[in-house]
């Protein structure tokens, strides 16, 4: 009798249209004859969100039912973007919703382009936790994500008069992709005091009381695969005040405000996504996120495991938890909690169960990003937990001394304890310790985390402990849906979209590069996408653009080791080369547009004054009438995912110009290349293995590498340096007020100029404009240019995060594929 009642998933048009009206005059109580295209949106976005949901119930089923090992990807950040192109895309239904759409009298991206982003991290490490998603979905693995549900996303940033503003991100209040669960909640306990206890049989016990105590909600957001029914699940949780707590008991006895404050209070857990990126700030309120999200989701996969009736030892066999940089450390330390003190199980049978169960991932170097905690303020907080970290920093620390009875200082050096005033808590060692394995995101950065920050632990821990998963993208939403006539051109050679589900297929389109046809094409969409691009910066900045130009592209959140300063730096020097020129001469060079775009921390002053530079060296250029066409510069206000997929696609040249050595991997490269476009950049990152695999024919590297920053920096401090000279003519420009008051700048300059120059902006500057020429050279070969782009295209294989996630299941989770049978 179920079945007869359950749920179909529509598969035709006029099935999206029933569905699409029934939305519009029932869910949202409309109008048909007043329908615009937000509601439009509305009605599509709830039809396709009812069809994913019926297959989630499915999906969840036959998980159930196979009886797997699960994976549960943990993170703090998410950057999804928008879900319903992708939604339409992944269930192959775009185009029956396309016509269904014109039918209503709707044009779909006026329709798509209504949604707001969920814009839940900051850049790279949430959007490839994005990514991941999609993949593990696709490849029908049994996985769940688990985040916080964020009342406000990263800020939206406006530009006013040059500066950064931001703008709050309230993007809750129509929200079709999630699905509330009032009935799965958890109570996260904090503060209180731990007293021991004598159980039955004699054992010492820690009881954990008072304090105050807050609820998670879940909210569950559906996540397609690719051409298969899979649909997983990405779990986030919502604070909320307990209830029964608020508070019928200090209501009633007449204390209003203070009722309605704790209310607050808990709810502000949940309010916020911090906006730092690569800088730790070691507030008590982010610690509190921390610890409310793990304990919320460890309860879940503890709960769901318990059902299955298993043993304790078996834990490691059912459930693998990968750790998305040490936001959710405190997971290994609760778990260990859970199982000693409320399971009741010896600690060493306990820790080994711990240590099966978690892989932790490295995404910096930079030591400015490292986490730390606050021994007092973790005491206060969380202070069983500390208990446990005393303990497993004391087990280790035996152990190692065991080992190494010889050193005499090692043990400070790998304690997990700092001996600082305050004491800190090392939240990376921890996850290394807690971890059964630990990764890199790129080779360089696997192996530098090997011989610098953990160079100890590998001595400790052996080799076999640290491995490296390059990191990737999904070729779904960054070919397929960011650039549909480059995918669609792809599979007319390819026969069929068979390559967006295994990226390494694009090997054969080196056959074609010799026909014309094909050529014409692809260079008639790379036109048409850096239109596209020039449209939007006409009615976003008032500027035009010419979309034969060259476009140069750096996108990415502003930071000193991204070096945008050594871009704008390079954009005045090309500036003040043209203004050299005999007018006559002005034809020669390139012309160029140099777009820029990305959010600073709100508190990163020095970021903020290199967007400031950019605006402002924008404003001179582009109203100089001797530089016409020759250069622009934009800066691209409020970079977001849905603004990436439309930059990605019309870019020429795009900067990935960290100083060697600090950016961990970087994502962008792979989305810029595999769009077609060529890269200028650094031997850093993932940069190095995309010339690998492309040929250093395709990429324009520059600069010094890795291995010498320490000395070129050393030379530096002992005052052994002199600014580059090209360098010094554009600080002349700057210091004599070109670009409006230089005292603007003067920190910026200073930070080159002086004794350090840490990320070495003067020892790569010379380098760096020689290597602009040559980008100039090649660009006006367009028939050269062409080949470049369509060999690089054919050899990105390698980058799609389907076979990272490959590698994550085979060598650190140990997880198969759910088997789907026929039906898939
Ligand atoms: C501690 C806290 C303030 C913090 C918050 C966010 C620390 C770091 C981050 C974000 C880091 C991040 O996005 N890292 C980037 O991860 C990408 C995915 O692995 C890499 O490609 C990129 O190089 C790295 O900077």
Same mark, same amino acid.
């Given at each position: 009798?179920?079945?007869?009642?359950?749920a179909?998933p529509?598969?035709?048009?006029?099935?999206?249209?029933?569905?699409?009206?029934?939305?519009?005059?029932?869910?949202?109580?409309?109008?048909?004859?007043?329908?615009?295209? !937000?509601?439009?949106? =509305?009605?599509?976005?709830?039809?396709?969100?009812?069809?994913?949901?019926?297959?989630?119930?499915?999906?969840?089923?036959r998980q159930?039912?196979?009886?797997?090992?699960?994976?549960?990807?943990?993170?703090?950040?998410?950057l999804?973007?928008?879900?319903?192109?992708?939604?339409?895309?992944?269930?192959?239904?775009?185009?029956?919703?396309?016509?269904?759409?014109?039918?209503?009298?709707?044009?779909?991206?006026?329709?798509i382009?209504?949604?707001?982003?969920?814009?839940?991290?900051? &850049?790279?490490?949430?959007?490839l936790?994005?990514?991941?998603?999609d993949?593990?979905?696709?490849?029908?693995?049994?996985?769940?994500?688990?985040?916080?549900?964020?009342?406000?996303?990263?800020?939206? @940033?406006?530009?006013?008069?040059?500066?950064?503003?931001?703008?709050?991100?309230?993007?809750?209040?129509?929200?079709?992709?999630?699905? $509330?669960?009032?009935?799965?909640?958890?109570?996260?306990?904090?503060?209180?005091?731990v007293n021991?206890?004598?159980?039955? @049989?004699?054992?010492?016990?820690?009881?954990? *009381?008072?304090?105050?105590?807050? @609820?998670?909600?879940a909210?569950?957001?559906?996540?397609?695969?690719?051409?298969?029914?899979?649909?997983?699940?990405?779990?986030?949780?919502?604070?909320k005040a307990?209830?029964g707590?608020?508070?019928?008991?200090?209501?009633n006895?007449?204390?209003?405000?203070?009722? /309605?404050?704790?209310?607050?209070?808990?709810?502000?857990?949940?309010?916020?996504?911090?906006?730092?990126?690569?800088?730790?700030?070691?507030?008590?309120?982010?610690?509190?996120?921390q610890?409310?999200?793990?304990?919320?989701?460890?309860?879940?996969?503890?709960?769901?495991?318990?059902?299955?009736?298993?043993?304790?030892?078996?834990?490691?066999?059912?459930?693998?938890?990968? !750790?998305?940089?040490?936001?959710?450390?405190?997971?290994?330390?609760e778990?260990?909690?859970?199982?000693v003190?409320?399971?009741?199980?010896?600690w060493?049978?306990?820790?080994?169960i711990?240590?099966?169960?978690?892989?932790? %991932?490295?995404?910096?170097?930079?030591?400015?990003?490292?986490?730390?905690?606050?021994?007092?303020?973790?005491?206060?907080?969380?202070?069983?937990?500390l208990?446990?970290?005393?303990?497993?920093?004391?087990?280790?620390?035996?152990? /190692?001394?065991?080992?190494?009875?010889?050193?005499?200082?090692?043990?400070?050096?790998?304690?997990?304890?700092?001996e600082?005033?305050?004491?800190?808590?090392?939240?990376a060692?921890?996850?290394?310790?807690?971890? *059964?394995k630990?990764?890199?995101?790129?080779?360089?950065?696997?192996?530098?985390?090997?011989?610098?920050?953990?160079?100890?632990?590998?001595?400790?821990?052996?080799?076999?402990k640290?491995?490296?998963?390059?990191?990737?993208?999904? $070729?779904?939403?960054?070919?397929?849906q960011?650039n549909?006539?480059?995918?669609?051109?792809?599979?007319?050679k390819?026969g069929?979209?068979?390559?967006?589900?295994? !990226?390494?297929l694009?090997?054969?389109l080196e056959d074609?590069?010799n026909?014309?046809?094909?050529?014409?094409?692809?260079?008639?969409?790379?036109?048409?996408?850096?239109?596209?691009?020039?449209?939007h910066?006409?009615?976003?900045?008032?500027?035009?653009?010419?979309?034969?130009? !060259?476009?140069?592209?750096?996108?990415?959140?502003?930071?000193?080791?991204?070096?945008q300063q050594?871009?704008?730096?390079g954009?005045?020097?090309?500036?003040?080369?043209?203004?050299?020129?005999?007018?006559?001469?002005?034809?020669? $060079?390139?012309?160029? /547009?140099?777009?820029?775009?990305?959010?600073?921390?709100?508190?990163?002053?020095?970021?903020k004054?290199?967007?400031?530079?950019?605006?402002?060296?924008?404003?001179?250029?582009?109203?100089?009438?001797?530089?016409?066409?020759?250069?622009?510069?934009?800066?691209?206000?409020?970079?977001?995912?849905?603004?990436?997929?439309?930059?990605?696609?019309?870019?020429?040249?795009?900067?990935?110009?960290?100083?060697?050595?600090?950016e961990? =991997?970087?994502?962008?490269?792979?989305?810029?290349?595999?769009?077609?476009?060529?890269?200028?950049?650094?031997?850093?990152?993932a940069n190095?293995?995309?010339?690998?695999?492309?040929g250093?024919?395709?990429?324009?590297?520059?600069?010094?590498l890795?291995?010498? /920053?320490?000395?070129?920096?050393?030379?530096h401090?002992?005052?052994?340096?002199?600014?580059?000279?090209?360098?010094?003519?554009?600080?002349?420009?700057?210091? &004599?007020?070109?670009f409006?008051?230089?005292?603007?700048?003067?920190?910026?300059?200073?930070?080159?100029?002086?004794?350090s120059?840490?990320?070495?902006?003067s020892d790569?500057?010379? =380098?760096y404009?020689?290597?602009?020429?040559?980008?100039?050279?090649?660009?006006?070969?367009?028939?050269?240019? %062409?080949?470049?782009?369509?060999?690089?295209?054919?050899?990105?294989?390698?980058?799609?995060?389907?076979?990272?996630?490959?590698?994550?299941?085979?060598?650190?989770?140990?997880?198969?594929?759910?088997?789907?049978?026929?039906?898939?």
């Amino acid at each position: 009798a179920w079945r007869k009642y359950s749920a179909k998933p529509f598969t035709q048009k006029s099935e999206i249209e029933l569905e699409f009206v029934r939305h519009i005059e029932t869910t949202l109580a409309r109008s048909l004859f007043n329908c615009d295209e !937000l509601a439009a949106y =509305s009605g599509i976005a709830l039809a396709f969100r009812d069809r994913l949901i019926i297959e989630w119930n499915k999906t969840q089923q036959r998980q159930t039912f196979a009886d797997q090992k699960r994976i549960y990807y943990l993170s703090l950040e998410f950057l999804m973007g928008r879900a319903l192109d992708n939604a339409m895309l992944n269930v192959g239904l775009k185009d029956v919703a396309k016509e269904a759409l014109g039918d209503l009298g709707f044009r779909i991206e006026d329709v798509i382009s209504q949604e707001h982003d969920a814009a839940l991290g900051n &850049g790279g490490l949430g959007r490839l936790a994005a990514c991941f998603l999609d993949s593990m979905a696709t490849l029908n693995y049994p996985a769940w994500g688990y985040g916080l549900r964020y009342r406000y996303g990263i800020f939206k @940033q406006e530009i006013v008069d040059g500066y950064q503003v931001e703008i709050p991100d309230y993007w809750l209040d129509f929200n079709p992709w999630e699905f $509330p669960r009032h009935d799965i909640t958890v109570n996260v306990q904090f503060y209180g005091t731990v007293n021991k206890q004598r159980d039955t @049989q004699g054992r010492t016990t820690h009881i954990w *009381q008072g304090g105050e105590t807050v @609820q998670a909600v879940a909210y569950d957001v559906p996540i397609p695969g690719y051409g298969t029914p899979t649909t997983n699940n990405l779990r986030l949780w919502s604070s909320k005040a307990t209830s029964g707590e608020f508070n019928f008991q200090k209501f009633n006895a007449g204390d209003y405000e203070s009722a /309605v404050a704790d209310e607050q209070r808990a709810e502000t857990i949940s309010a916020v996504l911090y906006p730092n990126d690569n800088l730790e700030r070691g507030k008590e309120l982010r610690l509190k996120q921390q610890y409310f999200w793990c304990a919320a989701s460890l309860y879940d996969i503890v709960r769901r495991f318990k059902k299955t009736k298993r043993a304790w030892n078996e834990f490691p066999d059912q459930v693998a938890i990968q !750790l998305n940089d040490t936001h959710p450390t405190l997971a290994i330390v609760e778990l260990q909690r859970i199982l000693v003190d409320i399971e009741v199980l010896e600690w060493d049978e306990a820790w080994h169960i711990v240590t099966h169960t978690f892989g932790y %991932t490295n995404h910096t170097v930079l030591p400015e990003a490292l986490e730390k905690w606050s021994v007092p303020m973790m005491q206060n907080l969380l202070p069983r937990h500390l208990q446990i970290i005393y303990d497993i920093n004391l087990f280790f620390l035996q152990s /190692v001394e065991k080992r190494f009875p010889t050193d005499r200082d090692i043990l400070a050096r790998v304690s997990i304890i700092e001996e600082s005033h305050p004491k800190m808590v090392r939240m990376a060692y921890l996850a290394i310790i807690g971890s *059964q394995k630990v990764n890199g995101v790129a080779e360089l950065h696997s192996d530098l985390i090997k011989t610098t920050i953990f160079k100890d632990f590998v001595d400790i821990c052996g080799p076999d402990k640290f491995t490296n998963v390059t990191n990737g993208i999904t $070729p779904r939403r960054w070919l397929h849906q960011a650039n549909p006539r480059l995918s669609e051109l792809i599979a007319s050679k390819l026969g069929g979209y068979g390559f967006l589900k295994d !990226l390494a297929l694009l090997e054969e389109l080196e056959d074609f590069i010799n026909d014309k046809e094909f050529r014409k094409s692809w260079v008639e969409i790379k036109l048409m996408n850096k239109t596209r691009l020039a449209k939007h910066i006409k009615e976003a900045t008032g500027y035009q653009v010419n979309p034969n130009a !060259l476009f140069d592209v750096q996108v990415k959140r502003i930071h000193e080791y991204k070096r945008q300063q050594l871009n704008i730096f390079g954009v005045i020097h090309r500036y003040l080369a043209i203004k050299a020129m005999d007018p006559k001469e002005r034809a020669k $060079p390139v012309p160029r /547009v140099s777009i820029f775009g990305g959010k600073a921390a709100p508190g990163y002053w020095m970021a903020k004054t290199i967007i400031h530079l950019i605006n402002k060296v924008a404003s001179v250029i582009n109203n100089d009438p001797d530089v016409g066409d020759l250069l622009k510069v934009i800066f691209v206000a409020d970079y977001n995912v849905s603004k990436a997929e439309m930059i990605c696609p019309a870019s020429d040249i795009s900067e990935h110009i960290s100083t060697a050595g600090t950016e961990a =991997s970087g994502t962008s490269n792979m989305k810029f290349v595999l769009n077609g476009g060529l890269i200028i950049g650094t031997c850093d990152g993932a940069n190095i293995e995309i010339t690998r695999e492309i040929g250093e024919q395709n990429i324009f590297l520059f600069g010094n590498l890795a291995e010498d /920053v320490e000395e070129l920096r050393h030379r530096h401090y002992y005052g052994d340096f002199k600014l580059d000279m090209h360098l010094a003519k554009v600080f002349d420009a700057i210091k &004599g007020g070109m670009f409006g008051p230089p005292d603007d700048f003067a920190a910026l300059l200073s930070s080159v100029e002086s004794h350090s120059d840490y990320y070495l902006v003067s020892d790569d500057f010379l =380098s760096y404009i020689e290597t602009q020429e040559l980008v100039d050279e090649a660009f006006r070969n367009q028939d050269e240019w %062409t080949d470049k782009c369509i060999t690089s295209v054919a050899r990105m294989g390698f980058f799609s995060s389907d076979r990272v996630i490959t590698e994550y299941a085979e060598s650190i989770w140990n997880v198969e594929q759910l088997d789907m049978g026929k039906e898939n």
